[in-house]
């Protein structure tokens, strides 16, 4: 069994990684830790653990997670970067779920995140864990830094199209939404039922944390620097991303049928266990996703138009977070890529 430490358990995705590592078959659930909870059984905060985990939050201490062989940390950025030098000879795979390890621009990753990076030497070293990009580099990984929730809905979907340059790269437009859980469980006022219930609205419309991220992917696939137009939204439900993509077609590609799009959608993906192509007309929504590791697809284009529209739905906290995390795990251990994030979503 691999044994596994959570750091910063309390959030939201930290309490997803615990319902998912709840019941997988080779992992047990050694020390769960947190500051402001220290001493309560975990089931406790989270009732429907209850008859799954019997285990107290703990301190987040090298000592307490020392025997762990993974530590994942769901924390705020920069604490794992913080606590990093402790673990670093200490043989313990790291899974980090903040955005401490994702740009490789140590600049630019302090110019987004207002806080000096506690261990760039570090950064170089961390493998970004997508799978669907990065599997064989995951498989040696002794850190990984797990991908944003926007970042993952927007690089499933326009890859294809960059691999084999189909598109303009320089006029990208992804137009995502958000549940109100991605904002984390920290007590704010935006995310309060009468704020943000009966009512939709973008922000970071003049530039996002996670736009660095997604553009950094979307080059290393296209082989060069992308122009990408992001901007999030925030919608009135608990869970889920959807993200509506623009890419212009170019060149031959604008005399392509969008079957012969979809197949190469399709070959692309055959082998991902967690990427969905559906069929020709079809538009996914967050509830086909709920709950699930999935994320679905579905291509789109007007009469006339040489813009083809990619739709890309996945569970936040799942797919975007804690489940994909789980995923980089089972191949970091050589274990079944699938196991423990097999959840069929939930309906309605």
């Known amino acids: 069994m691999i044994k596994v430490g959570i750091v910063g358990a309390t959030g939201y995705t930290g309490s997803e990684l615990l319902r998912i590592l709840?019941?997988?078959?080779?992992?047990?659930?050694?020390?769960v830790t947190s500051r402001s909870e220290e001493g309560v059984a975990v089931a406790k905060m989270?009732?429907?653990?209850?008859?799954?985990?019997?285990?107290?939050?703990?301190?987040?201490?090298?000592?307490?997670?020392?025997?762990?062989?993974?530590?994942?940390?769901?924390?705020?950025?920069?604490?794992?970067?913080?606590?990093?030098?402790?673990?670093?000879?200490?043989?313990?795979?790291?899974?980090?779920?903040?955005?401490?390890?994702?740009?490789?621009?140590?600049?630019?990753?302090?110019?987004w995140y207002k806080q000096e990076h506690a261990c760039p030497e570090l950064v170089?070293?961390?493998?970004?864990?997508?799978?669907?990009?990065?599997?064989?580099?995951?498989?040696?990984?002794?850190?990984?830094?797990?991908?944003?929730?926007?970042?993952?809905?927007v690089q499933l979907g326009f890859l294809p199209l960059l691999e084999h340059d189909l598109v303009d790269t320089g006029r990208l437009i992804a137009d995502a939404k958000s549940g109100v859980s991605g904002a984390g469980r920290s007590a704010s006022v935006g995310g309060l039922l009468p704020e943000c219930s009966d009512s939709f609205k973008a922000y970071g419309v003049s530039g996002h944390r996670h736009g660095p991220e997604i553009q950094q992917g979307l080059n290393a696939a296209s082989k060069q620097t992308v122009g990408l137009t992001f901007v999030p939204h925030l919608v009135p439900m608990?869970?889920?991303?959807?993200?509506?993509?623009?890419?212009?077609?170019?060149?031959?590609?604008?005399?392509?049928?969008?079957?012969?799009?979809?197949?190469?959608?399709?070959a692309r993906y055959q082998a991902e266990p967690f990427v969905d192509v559906m069929p020709l007309g079809s538009l996914p929504d967050t509830r086909s996703v709920r709950g699930s590791n999935i994320c679905r697809l579905a291509l789109h284009r007007q009469p006339g138009s040489d813009m083809l529209i990619v739709v890309s739905v996945i569970d936040n906290l799942v797919k975007g977070a804690s489940g994909q995390a789980v995923q980089n795990m089972n191949?970091?251990?050589g274990l079944d890529e699938r196991a423990g994030i097999q959840h069929v979503p939930l309906m309605p």
């Open 22 to 31: 709840a019941t997988h078959p080779n992992v047990a659930v050694t020390a």
């Open 46 to 111: 989270f009732p429907n653990l209850r008859g799954y985990l019997d285990i107290g939050f703990t301190l987040p201490t090298v000592e307490n997670l020392s025997a762990c062989d993974v530590v994942f940390f769901a924390t705020p950025h920069g604490v794992a970067q913080a606590m990093m030098s402790d673990f670093t000879d200490k043989n313990i795979k790291i899974i980090d779920l903040s955005a401490d390890f994702r740009l490789k621009d140590i600049e630019l990753w302090e110019s």
């Open 124 to 153: 170089a070293k961390a493998v970004y864990g997508l799978p669907e990009v990065n599997r064989t580099q995951i498989q040696d990984a002794d850190l990984i830094a797990c991908p944003g929730c926007y970042p993952t809905a």
């Open 238 to 266: 608990i869970r889920g991303i959807e993200a509506t993509l623009y890419a212009e077609l170019k060149g031959a590609a604008k005399d392509m049928a969008l079957e012969d799009i979809q197949a190469i959608y399709e």
């Open 331 to 333: 191949i970091m251990f």
